[in-house]
């Protein structure tokens, strides 16, 4: 059994494992959401989406310009 809620700023799913204690993962890491149109699309072809393969390259920038300086 499992419960979805908003907890630490998020979308949540929350279970009790197999020990009994109660754990959660945020919701996009679980299949509760419907997938979004990208993720219909690729088909599993793609784990990432344009959006954050961009704010990947952009912090991967900011770190780089960092260490220049």
Do not use: C
């Not at 699309?41 to 793609?46: F, I, T």
């Not at 961009?54 to 260490?67: E, G, N, P, W």
């Amino acid at each position: 059994m499992s419960t979805r809620k908003q907890n630490w700023g998020e979308d949540r799913v929350m279970f009790y494992d197999a020990q009994g204690r109660l754990r959660s993962l945020p919701a996009s890491w679980t299949d509760v959401n419907e997938a979004d149109l990208f993720s219909q699309v690729a088909a599993g072809r793609s784990f990432s989406r344009p959006d954050d393969l961009s704010a990947l390259a952009s912090l991967i920038d900011r770190i780089k310009r960092r260490q220049e300086q």
